[in-house]
């Protein structure tokens, strides 16, 4: 079991490191721009899906939930796409749409273009994605994928099998929704065009602009607020010898784990330059708990591994590891393999500190929004 942990360790402490980013290209596509001037989206479906079968009848407004099932939220954001739709002098009817379905027999897609023109694909999907998708999904999880120099947006459900990509390509959204890899080889024919990409977490804007980030990435205690969502934090600092004082003398693996995690700190800094941080926001509905181990001078990647692996992965008999976006932050949710209600941690690292967060997830989020 040990060997388990240490190997899922290092994968953790990989996908804590910084996320690359790809540039979308630099200039239009003559297809793209052909496409545009002409209203035929469906000109830009790649020659190896040339026997797509097209749907037709089909109005970006038919695609919508009727209005008179709105939730307050979708009824909301509604009122948004048509204030988006009238600052650009259109209406519902102006937005043009195509879909399809393709597939080898062996595995499909559907798929659907839509275009508003003249507004990019990334101004109007978040209030399109309350209106006729959110509720595809229960509790959602967003992450991005890079289909060569695409930025695709996967959405999918929290313990469903439901998966869809979404990609911003200009005024151009595409949806697929089936088998995720035909989806892609669809992605990879389509013209890459400049422009913004689909956000990862729009959660992290408030009114349209993003939350204040308060403290530096170098002081792990300015990255905790005086309180969250309302309620007061209360935040203590122990030395690093904190962490060994719970080890079992007699079990052969902590003290193993232990005695590397020692040495690993005197590697990067020494015991004397390792602080742990524990803070937290107690609320009638659970709020949160937070620790921290800032190493001065380190970066957390260099540490992350022999930590988890001490601290946190003990908790677990089968961990698994899930890279998802909390707050505007790229985070790793720890939780236990094969169980209905497994304890769920989210790990987060910046600078010379990896955090471990537990608790509810609205409160995870507000912290991370806040966080540099």
């Not at 273009?113 to 999880?141: C, K, Q, S």
């Not at 995720?180 to 080889?185: F, G, K, M, R, V």
């Not at 003398?249 to 941080?277: N, Q, S, W």
């Not at 107690?282 to 181990?293: C, M, P, Q, T, W």
Request: aromatic share 8%; net charge negative.
């Amino acid at each position: 079991m040990r060997t388990i942990r240490r190997l899922t360790a290092i994968m953790l402490a990989i996908a804590l490191g910084a996320v690359a980013t790809v540039a979308p290209a630099a200039a239009q596509d003559d297809a793209y721009q052909a496409a545009l001037e002409s209203g035929d989206l469906a000109s830009l479906i790649p020659d190896a899906f040339a026997d797509t079968e097209l749907m037709s009848g089909l109005t970006f407004e038919g695609s919508l939930v009727p209005a008179e099932m709105d939730t307050p939220d979708a009824a909301e954001a509604r009122a948004e796409l048509l204030t988006i739709l009238e600052g650009a002098g259109l209406t519902l009817a102006d937005v043009q749409t195509v879909s399809g379905f393709t597939g080898d027999g062996q595995a499909f897609t559907s798929f659907n273009a839509t275009r508003v023109p003249g507004v990019e694909a990334a101004d109007w999907f978040e209030p399109y994605y309350r209106i006729a998708l959110f509720r595809n999904y229960g509790d959602p999880v967003r992450d991005m994928i890079e289909v060569g120099p695409k930025q695709v947006l996967r959405i999918s459900g929290r313990g469903s099998n439901r998966s869809d990509l979404f990609y911003a390509q200009g005024e151009i959204l595409w949806g697929f929704s089936g088998d995720d890899d035909l989806a892609i080889e669809f992605l990879e024919g389509l013209p890459t065009i400049e422009g913004p990409a689909l956000l990862l977490d729009p959660g992290a804007l408030v009114d349209g602009e993003p939350v204040a980030v308060i403290g530096t990435a170098d002081d792990p205690l300015s990255q905790i607020p005086a309180e969250i969502l309302g309620t007061e934090t209360t935040t203590q600092t122990f030395p690093a010898t904190a962490v060994f004082e719970g080890v079992d003398p007699d079990d052969a693996d902590a003290v193993a784990a232990a005695d590397g995690f020692r040495a690993l700190l005197e590697g990067v800094g020494g015991i004397d330059a390792a602080t742990i941080i524990s803070s937290q926001a107690v609320a009638e509905d659970g709020g949160i708990s937070i620790v921290g181990l800032n190493v001065a001078g380190a970066d957390h990647a260099a540490f992350s591994e022999g930590f988890l692996d001490l601290f946190l992965l003990s908790e677990y008999d089968e961990p698994q590891f899930e890279e998802t976006q909390l707050g505007g932050k790229t985070v790793v949710r720890v939780s236990e393999a094969d169980s209905l209600a497994p304890q769920v941690a989210y790990v987060y690292g910046v600078g010379g500190t990896v955090w471990i967060l537990l608790g509810q997830d609205e409160y995870i989020t507000a912290l991370l929004r806040t966080m540099p």
